[in-house]
């Protein structure tokens, strides 16, 4: 039974060992020269007018020539002052735009920034994330030296210290690691729009694979999209200056439903890896549920057990604390252990939500 146990397991161990070695492998971007382009930032969001003052200040400080750059921040059909909090910035940001979205939803609200935008090269980001002052002029010299048509930019957790939003970013720990990981290796799998920079006409030529009809994934199936097509390269930034920072969700509530949100669109993906991902990751935490139910009726499955948690334990560890360490948050991971053996019941949980379509939509 335990040979049984190791040979379901190890298909997703010598996955994330492969991940893993490409997250490692990366090295730090340091800008040869000062590139100078026009880009277009786009910040679509719904109801920030709390959040907004904060980014927006930050696009304000930022190292590089106001006249080659502008912001468009697309109000999503907002119910509070978003709109007029981001119209005070004008001063600040002389290339400010404020437009409605003429659709519904954050995809449609990307896709009214991008047919507005003037910049070939875009960057997306969230009302709620803060950039440091040389995120513009980081990945302008990114794009420049490197020709990529599609940059994925890492994303940084801030955690409020509770065990809610400890779990959380030790699982967006993981998925940024996979991200990195999966970019180095050739095999893109993961971005986030948080920080998300791409060629205007790569969105032009992908706009109709973008699944309308699911809430989200505006930024993974570009992506995909792009991937398939092999017509630009695909790379991940490696950058402390091209971070963009975000809070963790506060609650366990918040949590479910954020993940449940991205998991929704699963169920469409046609991208081989994340494929992979998503069918060796489901059998490992399914036999480990199973397992974790087994002990209750029969002590003697403790082995089998331990064997599997070792096996899931130690890739998953290597792969977070690299990503922790490249982030210096390491403290999250007094957490690690408790996370690894609830994990397997959370996972199902959202998976069980995400599928039944019982999450809030954006």
Not at 57 to 68: C, G, R, T, V
Not at 114 to 135: E, F, H, M, Q, Y
Not at 194 to 219: C, Q, T, V, W
Not at 307 to 315: C, D, E, N, R, T
Request: glycine residues 6%.
């Amino acid at each position: 039974m335990i040979w049984l146990a190791v040979i379901l397991v190890l298909p997703y161990s010598i996955l994330l060992f492969r991940i893993y070695r490409g997250s490692r492998k990366i090295k730090q971007f340091r800008p040869a020269d000062q590139s100078r382009q026009f880009i277009s930032v786009i910040i679509a969001c719904r109801n920030e007018e709390d959040n907004l003052p904060l980014i927006l200040s930050d696009l304000a400080s930022q190292n590089y020539p106001e006249d080659l750059f502008e912001v468009i921040v697309v109000d999503d059909c907002s119910s509070d002052n978003t709109a007029e909090t981001a119209l005070l910035f004008k001063a600040q940001v002389p290339n400010l735009r404020v437009i409605e979205n003429s659709g519904t939803g954050k995809k449609a609200a990307i896709r009214e920034g991008v047919n507005a935008a003037k910049g070939s090269l875009i960057l997306t980001t969230d009302a709620d994330c803060r950039i440091g002052p040389l995120w513009l002029s980081t990945i302008s010299s990114f794009s420049s030296e490197t020709g990529a048509g599609l940059m994925i930019g890492p994303v940084k957790m801030k955690s409020t210290g509770s065990f809610a939003s400890d779990f959380a970013m030790i699982e967006f720990l993981a998925l940024q690691g996979i991200t990195k990981g999966t970019a180095e290796i050739g095999d893109p799998s993961m971005c986030n729009g948080a920080n998300l920079a791409f060629r205007k006409m790569l969105y032009l030529e992908n706009e109709g694979e973008l699944h309308p009809e699911i809430p989200s994934g505006d930024d993974i199936f570009l992506l995909h999209a792009a991937k398939r097509k092999k017509t630009a390269a695909i790379r991940w930034i490696e950058s402390p200056d091209a971070v963009a920072e975000t809070r963790t969700p506060d609650t366990l509530i918040k949590v479910f439903n954020q993940r449940k949100r991205w998991l929704s669109k699963a169920s469409v993906y046609k991208d081989k890896i994340s494929i992979q991902l998503g069918i060796v990751t489901f059998v490992t935490i399914l036999l480990q549920a199973m397992l974790t139910v087994s002990l209750a009726f029969d002590p003697a499955c403790i082995y089998i057990y331990l064997a599997v948690l070792f096996l899931k334990s130690v890739p998953d560890f290597l792969l977070i604390y690299n990503t922790a360490e490249s982030y210096n948050i390491r403290r999250a991971l007094r957490w690690f252990i408790p996370s690894q053996l609830i994990y397997p019941f959370y996972v199902l949980i959202v998976a069980a939500g995400a599928f039944a379509g019982s999450y809030k939509k954006d």
